[in-house]
T-cell receptor
Framework: GQQVMQIPQYQHVQEGEDFTTYCNSS?????IQWYKQRPGGHPVFLIQ???SGEVKKQKRLTFQFGEAKKNSSLHITATQTTDVGTYFCAGRDSNYQLIWGAGTKLIIKP | NAGVTQTPKFRVLKTGQSMTLLCAQD?????MYWYRQDPGMGLRLIHYSVGEGTTAKGEVPDGYNVSRLKKQNFLLGLESAAPSQTSVYFCASSYSWTNGELFFGEGSRLTVL
């Protein structure tokens, strides 16, 4: 079936360093959403991207949707301890079914 | 406004026992979903519902049944639990099929011995 590949699986950063996670789909997506899940918590919606080439910012977070609507990225500038968690992308296929990436776990090194 | 509420939050079962997880939402959403989350595998859709009285199979439906007798409730049943069903289960709801964010419950951690 259709898959959304998300990399890396884990990323260790020093506080203050940047973080990026990438999602790639083999087929065109109708839209893509990003969620954050804190340790022991539940996924919480961050943003939805719909248009080809779309870029949206939320404070230190920058979200991009590729021109072909097959890939997306989330970049966090100057990470803080509150950013710790797992970030998931979820793309809607042509039938609007949500296809989830496996998540990228952000770990802040002490 | 509670959002999405799941009960119970924790449960330990023996192999072969049955149980039901209850999901309730107070946002009048048409669409409801049951996911399971296992380490390193993200979220996998078990069953979903596009409205009261309807259910449909997701990616991993085997061993589970669901019912949506009332719009606000979505029940997930395990008829004969197996160790492979040890997981964290999340219920979610949305107002739109094509374009809506999912609102998740806090999760139900199930262990099958």
């Amino acid at each position: 079936g259709q898959q959304v590949m998300q990399i890396p699986q884990y990323q260790h950063v020093q506080e203050g360093e940047d973080f990026t996670t990438y999602c790639n789909s083999s087929t065109t997506l109708s839209n893509i959403q990003w969620y954050k899940q804190r340790p022991g918590g539940h996924p919480v919606f961050l943003i939805q991207l719909v248009k080809s080439g779309e870029v949206k910012k939320q404070k230190r977070l920058t979200f991009q949707f590729g021109e072909a609507k097959k890939n997306s990225s989330l970049h966090i500038t100057a990470t803080q301890t509150t950013d710790v968690g797992t970030y998931f992308c979820a793309g809607r296929d042509s039938n609007y079914q949500l296809i989830w990436g496996a998540g990228t776990k952000l770990i802040i090194k002490p | 406004n509670a959002g999405v509420t799941q009960t119970p939050k924790f449960r330990v079962l023996k192999t072969g026992q049955s149980m039901t997880l209850l999901c309730a939402q107070d946002m009048n959403h048409e669409y409801m979903y049951w996911y399971r989350q296992d380490p390193g595998m993200g979220l996998r859709l078990i069953h979903y519902s596009v409205g009261e009285g309807t259910t449909a199979k997701g990616e991993v439906p085997d061993g589970y049944n669901v019912s949506r007798l009332k719009k606000q409730n979505f029940l997930l049943g395990l008829e004969s639990a197996a160790p492979s069903q040890t997981s964290v289960y999340f219920c979610a709801s949305s107002y739109s099929w094509t374009n809506g964010e999912l609102f998740f419950g806090e999760g139900s951690r199930l262990t099958v011995l």
